[in-house]
Structure formats: structure tokens, C-alpha cells
């Protein structure tokens, strides 16, 4: 099996700034600095610095000097880079006091992927070898078709997210690693669990990794959700973080790590990333990241805190026609257990957590929405008005009409 990242490369301008620009303002930076970068790039080097092969295919200018080097340097394979009569693709990133950042790009050289060129390195790679996308390069669609006739693994890490992506066939993907804001972009929803669970509704042999920052990560596969804490780290330049993650967690899928040992490493490496100036430069070599494992500590969050949030959105996504036998397969537990782990944390029974549940979904209809009320009876998953009023009233002493016009 081999791994092929067709990506792209950048020159990333740094702008150190005391925060990121508003519209209207003009700002002085305190420093500037170049670092190599692109998604495409920065993934590369963190698969080879994880300690797996990878192949780098894209396009990059005659005016690279530094580039080519990064990649070499790292033990990154460049047969299939291309140099094209364009300027390589640049970054303008603003990292703030805190280490956050805001980015545009120029396409430049990013931009010449042709169809060509896709055909042309396809033709070495076959079925079940990796093949991992972000969304940097043109004629994106064209490449993942072409190479999920191949039978070819497909990762996509949707980033930058752009409504196109969802012309795409997610048949097509074997893995889907993305961020909380790609997670709802994607899906159009207020939450990024609406992402999974829509995933693992319409497709469920979809693997996705959702990387939610220092609340950690999510992977789902085949039904099930594993979790990994975030680690502590101080944040100096989050530019390329996510970067770290997907190439860690590539080369961990290469190397048939464990689930939760891959996620570690992932998250590790990320943390490590964040600590250090610049994209690709940040990356730490897998020795690094097994050196520094042991003393990083975890980001302090509650898991059982999220474990509930994660149950209650499903509920609240799935109002209508949620199941017990759903909600045990979203917790990875028994019914039973499931039953008695509701009982445990939320103080009632499983079919009254629910009802619970419908009238405080329904109380929020009424009070931020005009829509009649029988449709929201409805849409709770109701379809007798008058037992729904008998609940109703039992949680909130009033009937839906009486909460509407503002009893409460
Ligand atoms: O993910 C970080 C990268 O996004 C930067 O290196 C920049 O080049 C942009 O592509």
C-alpha cells in the first residue's frame, strides 16, 4: 500500500499581529516572517516526519527556492510535483497574541492541476492505495472520481471549505477528517455531532474524524465513536495544527496502529505543532512527539460532560424518531447500560428523558418561532395533540399556548 498526497505547496507570509484585522482598519504588524506551507505540504512533511512513505503530487512554480527542499529535507517523495509556468501559491496569515490566525490564500501555481496530470499519476497508484485530498488544488472533483474508480482509499480533510465540496459523493471517501466549522458548513447544521450523526446515518461506511480543538477529538468508524483528549500545550501559532493531526493520524492508519494509540499520536503531535512558529516548521518528528508524550498533560475537559452534550444533540437532531438501540450505538454501550447511564446522569428513566427532552425542544419552538403550534407538536414526534399538552403541561405548569404568549 502506498500513500499519495496530492496537494498543495505555499509560501506562507507571516504577519505577527495584536489581533487580526477588522474590516475598515489598518494595522501595523509587528513582525513578518516566510515559512513553507500549504495544506497540501504541510501534511506531506507530517506523514514523513510520523515515519511513513509518501508520494507529494501538485504544482509549484519556477520560482520556488525553498519548497522542494522542506519536502526533501523531510523524505517526502517528489516525483509527482510539477513546476508550471505560475508563481507558487502564497498565504497571507495574521497570528495574533494568542496564537490564533486568519489566513487567505493565492492560488498560483495550486491552481494548474490539470485533468492531465491527474491521469498521468494515477496511473501508478491502484486499489487500496491511500490517497489524501485537501481542498487547495483545482479540478478536485475530477480527481477524486477518477481515483475512486481506481479503488484508491480516499481521505479528505475539506479544508478550506467551500460549498463545491458537497457536490461530492461522500461513496466516493473512505475517511473524512475535518474541523468543528467544516463539520457544519458541511452538513448546514448549528452543531458539529450533527455531522456524525448525519455520517453515520446515510453513510455508514464513511470513517470520520472530527477535530473538535482543545475539547480533543472524535473518530467514528464502523458505528462506533472513539475519543482523545486534547494536551495541554501553549498556543504560539495554531497555523498548521490541523495539519499536524491529519498527516499523524494518516500515518498511523498506515502503520495499522491501534485506533486510540493513532489518535494519541495525532493529538500529540498537534499540540506540539501549536508551540512553535510557522506551518510546516512546527511539525515535530515522531521521535519528538515519543520523547514528549509522557510528560504532556491532557486538556482538563469533562468527558462525561460531553458524552451528555453528544447524547442530547443526537436526541435533539433526532427528535422524531430517536431509539434506544441509536443512542446506545452513539455511546458505545448496551441498551441496558445505556438505560441505566441516562438514569444515572440525566435522574430519570430512558422513555421520560425523552418526553423530557420533546417538550424542551418544543418550549424552545414556541418561544423563539412563530410556526403553528400543531407543527411543532409534530416536530417533536407527537401525533396526538392532546397527549402532548398533558405532557407538556406536567413540565411546565402551563399549556403550549400559555408558555407561547409568555407565562413562563
Ligand atoms: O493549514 C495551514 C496552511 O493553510 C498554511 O500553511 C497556508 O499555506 C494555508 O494553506
Not at 490564533?100 to 496530470?117: L, M, R, T
Request: net charge negative.
Amino acid at each position: 500500500m502506498k500513500i499519495l498526497n496530492f496537494g498543495s505547496c505555499n509560501i506562507d507570509f507571516v504577519y505577527s499581529v495584536s489581533h487580526i484585522v477588522r474590516p475598515g482598519e489598518t494595522l501595523t504588524a509587528g513582525s513578518l516572517s516566510q515559512f513553507p506551507g500549504g495544506k497540501g505540504l504541510n501534511q506531506a512533511i507530517a506523514i514523513a516526519k510520523a515515519g511513513a512513505p509518501v508520494y507529494f503530487a501538485g504544482c509549484i512554480g519556477e520560482d520556488d527556492t525553498m519548497l522542494r527542499q522542506v519536502l526533501l529535507q523531510a523524505g517526502v517523495d517528489l516525483t509527482y510535483l510539477k513546476t508550471v509556468k505560475e508563481r507558487t501559491g502564497q498565504a497571507i496569515i495574521q497570528v495574533d497574541e494568542n496564537g490564533e490566525n486568519s489566513i487567505f490564500i493565492y492560488h498560483g501555481a495550486n491552481g494548474a492541476v490539470s485533468k492531465e496530470q491527474i491521469d498521468r499519476v494515477l496511473a501508478d497508484f491502484e486499489a487500496g492505495d491511500i490517497l489524501l485530498l485537501q481542498n487547495e488544488i483545482s479540478n478536485l472533483k475530477y480527481l477524486i472520481e477518477r481515483s475512486s474508480d481506481r479503488g484508491m482509499k480516499i481521505v479528505l480533510n475539506p479544508s478550506p471549505f467551500e460549498p463545491m465540496l458537497k457536490e461530492i459523493d461522500p461513496r466516493d471517501l473512505f475517511c473524512v477528517i475535518l474541523n468543528e466549522t467544516e463539520a457544519m458548513q458541511w452538513s448546514d447544521t448549528q452543531h458539529p455531532y450533527d455531522f456524525l450523526f448525519w455520517a453515520q446515518k446515510n453513510y455508514p461506511a464513511l470513517h470520520v474524524v472530527l477535530t473538535l480543538g482543545k475539547k480533543g477529538s472524535i473518530y467514528l468508524k464502523d458505528g462506533k465513536m472513539y475519543r482523545q483528549q486534547a494536551f495541554k500545550a501553549t498556543a504560539v501559532d495554531t497555523t498548521a495544527a490541523g495539519d499536524t493531526f491529519t498527516g499523524y493520524f494518516l500515518a498511523g492508519l498506515y502503520k495499522n496502529a491501534e485506533v486510540l494509540q493513532g489518535l494519541k499520536m495525532a493529538s500529540a503531535a498537534s499540540a506540539i505543532a501549536v508551540s512553535k512558529k510557522g506551518a510546516a516548521s512546527s511539525i515535530p518528528t515522531c521521535q519528538e512527539v515519543e520523547n514528549a508524550i509522557d510528560g504532556m498533560e491532557l486538556s482538563p475537559i469533562d468527558t462525561l460532560e460531553e458524552q451528555k452534550e453528544v447524547v442530547r444533540t443526537f436526541i435533539a437532531t433526532h427528535i422524531k424518531d430517536v431509539k434506544l438501540s441509536d443512542v446506545a450505538a452513539l455511546i458505545n454501550y448496551t441498551e441496558d447500560h445505556t438505560c441505566r447511564w441516562v438514569h444515572k446522569n440525566f435522574g430519570m428513566g430512558f422513555s421520560e428523558f425523552l418526553q423530557a427532552e420533546r417538550c424542551r425542544i418544543a418550549a424552545e419552538y414556541l418561544k423563539n418561532t412563530d410556526m403553528p403550534i400543531h407543527e411543532i407538536i409534530e416536530l417533536v414526534g407527537y401525533n396526538n395533540g392532546s397527549f402532548f399538552r398533558k405532557v407538556f403541561h406536567k413540565y411546565y405548569q402551563m399549556s403550549p399556548l400559555e408558555y407561547r404568549k409568555g407565562k413562563v
